[in-house]
């Protein structure tokens, strides 16, 4: 990673903000982060976080609708109860 990133760093996993948004919205739909993502987020994360923040647009967008929201930030987890 590259060093002027240090600013933008999410304290655990050491990933961008942007990316541990991500992270965190499988934990907020699951309860935990299950093991295929956590796998994905570590190695990806590290080799190619762009392609890392682009796999998880499409997700965010394939569950959400990308057309709904411009911006490209995780979208709130809808609960099946609520």
Do not use: T, W
């Not at 987020?41 to 709904?68: K, M, N, T, W």
């Amino acid at each position: 990673m590259s060093n002027g990133a240090g600013n933008e760093k999410a304290n655990s996993g050491d990933l961008p903000d942007d990316l541990a948004k991500f992270r965190d919205s499988y934990v907020e739909l699951f309860g935990s982060l299950p093991a295929l993502p956590a796998a994905r987020f570590a190695f990806s994360g590290e080799i190619d976080p762009q392609a890392l923040r682009l796999i998880e647009q499409l997700r965010a967008c394939v569950l959400f609708g990308c057309h709904r929201r411009q911006d490209h930030e995780p979208h709130p987890v809808r609960h099946a109860s609520g």
